[in-house]
């Protein structure tokens, strides 16, 4: 089966070539792109991605197999541009009531997650916007570091001390909440988060 | 659980949703035929032109045209932003204002031992504050935030050389120049004519450089982060940027502190210069230089502009 990097040059003659690209990645960058900026936001970036994406399909650096982490970088310019709508969404988010159901409650670990919500997203709103896509790409993407320094076309260096910032911003976050919790008495204790 | 786990679990994860998929796909295919309608004519009007080697000469015509197409749409491109540019106010400091601008900079330093002249390269990274006074009188302070050897060649050259004292993080360099000496440049020698400009770039009278069109363009996008310029040289180097051959739009990019721009780039054998602007005002974020000698782009340099603002 040709490689992204085979079928993007593949399409330069025959511009049809493009939806088995399309059809490779849409799914992953509309799912990425919704959990930023919400449904018809999402909707939009990822649909744009897609024809950005076809029309530099030219300029595509052939020394990349995958074309993942190129979509996941023009997405991510293109969530930049909407900067208000992710705003708008994650205070959403965040301000949503936490009503876990009884699968949740039985499962320990979505339910620290769910409880754990507000305030991580409260503190996303509050990361730098390069330090925020280095942390989401790594998280909602599942990029490596590698894959997030070809999406955001910056040294592997910077997107190191980006998640590095991301991750102790976010920590201090839980443990704040963690601290108010257990203050609350809700007779559940919450260990510390491990590192990496 | 790490933090990104949490954070997946805490936002969940939407479903696929085959509408969306297909209202995209009808966006994609319609930009196709459009793509194929038009490249289809462009073939047919070459058949016409040529004679029995019609097929030879097609395939390097059309190979000529894609390219002088992408880089007609980069100079358009690179001609708009000039244009942008050009209706900018120019900011100059009035008596009794300074004009303070800012930049970060990751740059190779290269030290020679006078004793025994060898030589070892630096790569630093610093803060600089130009401080301009209405007579024209500047005051550059570079403050070192960190230090370390180019290679493991040049840190081997230094103990060579006795291990001298290095700069170190927190080091504070000042310099000052005169009314009418810009420092590390010729404002005057910035020729609002682009071929004259041209010239003056490449002969190293705007400023030392070294030999290679990257250079040129890397120049050019450090010229203009230069507040001092008038509008007219601004739009003179951007003519002059869109004038350079092989110069390639990079479309939307990220610079070195995570700003967002419109990057173009001119590649030579073995660098790539890049530089970035903000499609806003057309000023340039960053420049970077990449050495592509390994294979994998390698950022070895970079500036980016913080602004310049009246104090």
Do not use: C
Request: no cysteine.
């Amino acid at each position: 089966m040709p490689d992204d990097a085979e079928l993007l040059r593949g399409s330069v003659d025959d511009p049809h070539v493009f939806e088995s690209v399309f059809d490779r990645h849409y799914d992953a960058i509309l799912r990425y792109a919704r959990q930023r900026v919400g449904h018809d936001a999402g909707e939009e970036i990822a649909a744009t991605t897609m024809l950005i994406a076809f029309e530099r399909r030219l300029t595509y650096d052939g020394r990349y197999p995958s074309a993942r982490a190129w979509l996941y970088g023009i997405a991510t310019n293109l969530i930049r541009h909407h900067f208000r709508d992710e705003k708008t969404h994650l205070a959403a988010i965040a301000k949503l009531p936490i009503d876990p159901a009884p699968e949740d409650i039985a499962d320990p670990e979505r339910l620290d997650a769910l409880l754990t919500k507000p305030a991580l997203v409260q503190a996303l709103r509050t990361l730098q916007p390069g330090d925020r896509d280095a942390f989401l790409l790594l998280a909602l993407a599942d990029l490596s570091y590698e894959e997030i320094a070809e999406a955001l076309r910056v040294p592997m260096g910077t997107v190191k001390s980006r998640i590095h910032r991301a991750r102790h911003l976010l920590r201090e976050q839980i443990q704040g909440l963690e601290a108010t919790t257990a203050s609350k008495g809700t007779g559940r204790t919450y260990g510390r988060r491990g590192s990496p | 659980m790490d933090d990104a786990d949490l954070l997946r679990r805490a936002l969940g994860e939407p479903g696929t949703d085959p509408a969306a998929r297909e209202r995209a796909r009808a966006r994609l295919r319609a930009e196709i035929e459009a793509t194929t309608s038009g490249t289809s004519r462009r073939a047919g009007k070459q058949l016409i032109l040529v004679g029995i080697a019609a097929i030879a000469i097609t395939v390097a015509l059309v190979a000529a045209i894609v390219p002088a197409t992408r880089e007609s749409a980069t100079a358009r491109e690179l001609r708009g932003l000039g244009e942008l540019a050009s209706a900018q106010p120019t900011v100059a400091p009035h008596l009794g204002q300074v004009l303070v601008w800012t930049a970060e900079t990751h740059h190779l330093e290269g030290f020679t031992d006078v004793a025994n002249g060898i030589a070892y390269e630096l790569t630093i990274r610093s803060s600089l504050e130009r401080r301009t006074d209405a007579q024209g009188g500047i005051l550059e302070k570079e403050t070192i935030r960190s230090v370390e050897f180019a290679s493991k060649g040049d840190r081997a050259a230094w103990e060579q050389a006795g291990s001298p004292e290095l700069p170190t993080s927190g080091d504070v360099r000042r310099e000052q120049f005169p009314p009418g000496d810009a420092g590390w440049f010729d404002l005057d020698a910035i020729s609002t004519d682009p071929d004259v400009l041209l010239e003056g770039l490449r002969d190293g009278e705007v400023a030392p450089l070294s030999p290679g069109e990257d250079e040129v363009f890397l120049l050019i996008g450090q010229l203009l982060g230069e507040p001092s310029l008038t509008l007219e040289q601004r739009e003179a180097l951007f003519e002059v940027a869109a004038s350079l051959e092989g110069v390639e739009a990079l479309g939307d990019v990220t610079d070195p502190l995570g700003r967002f721009g419109r990057g173009f780039a001119l590649e030579t054998a073995d660098r790539r210069a890049v530089i970035i602007f903000d499609p806003a005002d057309a000023m340039p974020l960053a420049t970077e230089l990449f050495d592509l000698r390994s294979g994998t782009p390698q950022l070895f340099t970079w500036a980016a502009f913080e602004g310049a603002e009246l104090v």
